[in-house]
């Protein structure tokens, strides 16, 4: 399995009945009906909703539907694509996937999307709710970036764009041939935007 128990670090079995994962230490964690599974204990949560608020994940995810970087989506595909072994399935997990956005678009422009097992990982809530309930063939778990409740060195390749993470976890997960694919700011990012807003515009580092 791909989980481990956030609270212990055990591997996580799941349990067919209940849906739910479970691990030696009776650490029980639920499915959601959507399909989504929550491994971010209470005890780790600053505040009570970390994350983007559903205002916040509604407006990003309205954005992004109309289109504005769907070829970015595509220029993800295509790295993907390239380095995706012929008949052997990858395990890609998406740091920060927001409401999912950018799995859907590999799954549903990717030649084989079979061969790709999509995950994807973020603090907020609302927005996994979001991903799972418009994508059963991928895997969502609410978690923080700075410690990701998944075995180590499972995933084939790792992306995040304009997400935070941890360099130490993501060299965790990944495997010793495994990919690392980021998507980052431009110096000038939004340059007009942040012009309007603001009386003194600085460019990204």
Known sequence: MPYICPICQNPLMHHLPSKGYYCTKKHHFDQAKEGYLNLLPAQHKKPKEPGDSR???RARRNFLEAGFYQPMAQALTNIIEKHRPETIPMNILNVGCGEGYYCRQIESLAKNPEYLNLHGIDIAK??????????KNARFIVASSKSMPY??????????VYAPSDAKEM??????????????????HLW????FIYTNVKEHS
């Open 126 to 135: 609302n927005a996994i709710f979001a991903a799972a309930k418009k994508q």
């Open 151 to 160: 075995a180590d060195e499972y995933f084939d390749l790792l992306f995040r």
């Open 192 to 195: 007009q935007l942040k012009e």
């Open 171 to 188: 060299a965790r997960l990944l495997k010793p041939s495994g990919l690392l694919l980021i998507v980052t700011p431009g110096p000038r």
């Open 55 to 57: 205002a916040m994940m």
